[in-house]
């Protein structure tokens, strides 16, 4: 079945520098990669998301970049701030099914310092 | 608009016991997911229903844990004779349909602990 990996566990920037997380996943038939953001306390919140048909997709800071090929997929974060600590999940499509189930990586936590 | 919700936000019960965990959806979301959360892990599926269809059970870990969506839209899920192992946040999600597109969102969760 469908493994996604993600790396690191943990990271942590100084205010303003760049921010990259990165996952892998098995099933080259998955078609969807979303990004989820979870506060502590709170709950995941999609941040951003790629289909298979397109290379980048960028929202003012945040941008995802997905390579078929390798079968991984990147989270760019520019200019960090504070806020942008969280746990950070991403996640793969289960192919075949368009049921919406996904498989989620480990998640990182970001830590971002003033 | 409300979100997705879920009750109760915490549960404290002992080692054995039965427990039933409940989630709102948004209200005409058709699908619905659970999700469970250890620490320090990731999210890992659980179950997805689809408006009337049969649930897709696939991702239960056992048989002492079972869900039931009723009239389409509340989700219950049950954990019978809970083991320590089962001490986690449930996540519940919803969206507009199953679709592999759909954003699902997220309740806050409920905090499992098993004494």
């Known amino acids: 079945g469908e493994n996604v990996e993600q790396h690191p566990s943990t990271l942590s920037v100084q205010e303003g520098d760049s921010a990259v997380i990165k996952c892998t996943y098995s099933d080259s038939a998955s078609n969807y990669f979303p990004w989820y953001k979870q506060e502590l306390g709170k709950r995941p919140q999609l941040i951003i998301d790629?289909?298979?048909?397109?290379g980048e997709k960028k929202d003012q800071r945040i941008a995802v970049t997905l390579n078929k090929t390798a079968k991984h997929f990147s989270l760019h974060i520019t200019e960090t701030q504070p806020e942008d600590s969280a746990v950070y999940f991403c996640a793969a499509s289960i192919p075949g099914s368009n049921t919406g189930k996904l498989i989620f990586g480990q998640g990182t936590t970001l830590q971002v310092k003033p | 608009g409300a979100g997705v919700s879920q009750s109760p936000s915490n549960k404290v019960t002992e080692k054995g016991k039965d427990v039933e965990l409940r989630c709102d959806p948004i209200?005409?979301?058709?699908?619905l997911y659970w999700y469970r959360q250890s620490l320090g892990q990731g999210l890992e599926f659980l179950i997805y229903?689809?408006?009337?269809?049969?649930?897709?059970k696939s991702g239960l870990p056992s048989d002492r844990f079972s869900a039931e969506r009723t009239g389409g839209s509340v989700s219950t899920l049950t954990i019978q004779r809970t083991q320590q192992e089962d001490s986690a946040v449930y996540l519940c999600?919803?969206?507009?349909?199953?679709?592999?597109?759909?954003?699902?969102?997220f309740g806050p969760g409920t905090r499992l602990t098993v004494l």
């Open positions: 209200s005409g979301h058709t699908a």
């Open positions: 999600a919803s969206s507009s349909s199953g679709a592999t597109y759909n954003e699902q969102f």
């Open positions: 229903f689809q408006g009337n269809s049969a649930p897709d």
């Open positions: 790629i289909r298979s048909n397109v």
